[in-house]
């Protein structure tokens, strides 16, 4: 609720207000969105080893709520921010923001983006928390509550993108980022309230991604070694022991063999105590750490998606102000508002689709999920492929509506073109559905998949995608206005502020063959991919192949 509208209005703020240019306002927003992503990384392990993911989501909130309270206090003040000026009029010489004022803009935003990253590793992870994996029914609920996940954020979209992006565009800036911090200083309240119901995550207090690294340092040690024959030979600490009292065991996989020789024991060495740990590695943890590989390639798959997203929150946003935006002689619908169509439709869907259709389809595979979460992921590329491909015919007729009219040099919102803006839905709709798929199917995937300790940074390996493919579109919106300089007045296919002047649909059309592709290269990653054994606590030797021939008749 407190950031979703920012989302997919904030170029708006960084075009009309502090007079960036489109696509250097597009860029603004996707560079925030990407910082925020991707801090979530440095959360997550503080939150997994040091702070616990309760303290990280409240430290999170408080800085969140600081971040939105310093974007109110200089939208507020006139000194705070450049001279009112119309950036959309082509003989307006409006000054940019700079300065000391630019400074507070930019600490604004890095500590808001700090907050939401802290927000993303913590919460998500903290819910699952309260699921034991290890039982049947809490596996069935853990699975709901990920489907549960998608809804909150679709209910609080919901009010976002229509109450606070009216507030936004009506009564001013100072008002919309005021009503955002209200909202997340009560999200604190009320997370603090319920922690006295919640299962706490203990802190252990060392760090699995250390225990990860130390995997790849001992095969590298150990690279001139021999196999053996046997897996069960490679080191592994007794289940008797005191030590194991608390560890995870999973099995040995034949997959990624050249970590096994972290795990294996020169017949020259005699323990008498802990072995070096940076050379010699039980089973379980070169397990973790093939674990973490094996999903680096799907995790590759998933940043075009954010790619594609990206363009929804700035440049569809910006071929809505150039249209019809009316819905009645006196009401106008903002652009900004448009992802409402697919949240409503989500807030439907969502209930409909866990408690009616991942039942029907778990009498047929039984999977708690219904399907497997990367057949779930997998719908949701090719939609986003779909998406894109809509929004590039849009853009054609859009851009016909203004040939047609002779408005191609009109001034967006003051001269609106004969064309509902509600056109440009239906990309914002495909899309919708596919965020269904691919959003809950990732954060479970990874959370599910993730080794024990690592079960916070497992959900941001959704967000370090969505980061990645932040950055990625400011790094594709500069290249293919440098290889496009030439071909529009503007310089290039996206640059300067009149869309009606440039190729925004050649574009979009760009950017869905690029989806489609990766898609076909997700199908190949998709179905070489294995499952972590869901059994995985059991340690003794004569069960240790269980779990993972279970493994083998789970398909992708």
Known sequence: MATISLAVNFVTYFNGVMHFQIADAANMVTNYMGVSYILSIVAAVLADTLVGRHRTAVISGCLELMGLSLLAFQAHYAKLKPLPCNILDPT??????????????????FVLAAGSSGIKASVPSHGADQFDEKDPKELIQMSSYFNFVLLAVCLGAAVSLTVFVWIQDNKGWDWGFGVGAISMLLAV???????????????????TVVEILQVYVAAFRNRKLQLPEDPLDLYEINKDKEAAIEAEFLPHRDTLRFLDKAAIQASSENFSGAPNPWKLCRVTQVEDAKILLSILPVFSCTIIMTLCLAQLQTFSIQQGLTMDTSITKS???????????????????VPIYDRLVVPFARKFTGLPTGITHLQRIGVGLILSSISMASAALMEVKRKDVARDHNMLDAIPVLQPLPMSTFWISIQFFIF???????????????????PKGLKSISTCFLWSSMALGYFLSTIVVNIVNGATKGSTKSGGWLAGNNINRNNLNLFYWLLSILSFINFCVYLFVARRYKYRPQNASLPSNENREAPANQEDRREN
């Open 92 to 109: 307006a010489h409006c000054e940019k923001v700079g300065g000391g004022n630019a400074v507070l803009l930019f600490v604004a935003l």
């Open 189 to 207: 309240i009320f997370f603090i309230a319920g922690l006295p119901m919640h299962r706490i995550h203990v802190v252990q207090g060392s760090s």
């Open 331 to 349: 009401f106008n619908i903002p652009p900004a508002s448009l992802p409402i169509i697919p949240v409503i439709f989500l807030i439907i869907l």
């Open 432 to 450: 919708g559905i596919a965020d269904m798929f691919t959003y809950v199917g990732l954060l479970e995937f990874f959370y599910s998949e993730a």
